[in-house]
């Protein structure tokens, strides 16, 4: 009859070593970060983009031939800098409408180093696009609420105040979208590097 008892090991041989290293986050957690990131990025530039789309206010402002003053309206498309910062974040958010199921298709069948690579190069782009233009509405938005008194420039923003608000928010949330982007840059070289390690 057979002996159903185990092989004794060796006691001088050591156990093979897993090639599985434990502080690397797992695949799975990378793709779902990846994709929360570019979730959070289309929020946060649709969000932008509204704010200062929806960014209009009308004032009466006193002239001297009408005591009763004359309407005058402030929108985001009186400047050509606001025109451009909706342009490159309506821009940033299809891109990350797309990115986003292009991450999901590469997940559904193994996500390829090219890809990755591709990911990387356009947030980058992106990322460049999208601080330039909150760069640009900025120091707009900035010489409306200071003005600059070396060329005579009003500040504005005392006038037209729920403008400026809108402006300010619509800013603010589209430096959030660039430090997302840089998250997102940051990510897609580290899935490289582990690729290639």
């Not at 006193?62 to 009186?78: C, D, I, Q, R």
């Amino acid at each position: 009859m057979a002996s159903t008892d185990k092989p004794t090991h060796d006691s001088g041989k050591l156990a093979p070593e897993s090639h599985v290293s434990h502080d690397a986050p797992p695949v799975y957690k990378l793709f779902v970060l990846d994709l929360s990131l570019r979730l959070l990025l289309f929020a946060s530039t649709l969000a932008a983009v509204l704010v200062m789309v929806t960014s209009k206010q009308t004032k009466l402002i006193p002239v001297a031939l009408f005591p009763t003053g004359v309407p005058l309206a402030a929108k985001f498309n009186h400047s050509p800098a606001f025109i451009y910062f909706v342009a490159a974040l309506s821009v940033a958010c299809l891109y990350s409408i797309i990115t986003t199921l292009g991450s999901i298709l590469a997940k559904s069948k193994r996500c390829s180093s090219k890809l990755l690579f591709h990911f990387a190069l356009i947030d980058v782009l992106m990322l460049a696009i999208v601080a330039s233009a909150a760069g640009t509405a900025g120091a707009v938005a900035y010489i409306g609420l200071k003005g600059n008194s070396h060329v005579g420039w009003q500040k504005v923003c005392n006038t037209y105040d729920k403008f400026c608000r809108h402006i300010g928010i619509s800013v603010a949330v589209s430096l959030f979208a660039s430090v997302l982007l840089v998250l997102l840059v940051l990510l897609s070289t580290y899935s490289l590097h582990r690729r290639i390690r």
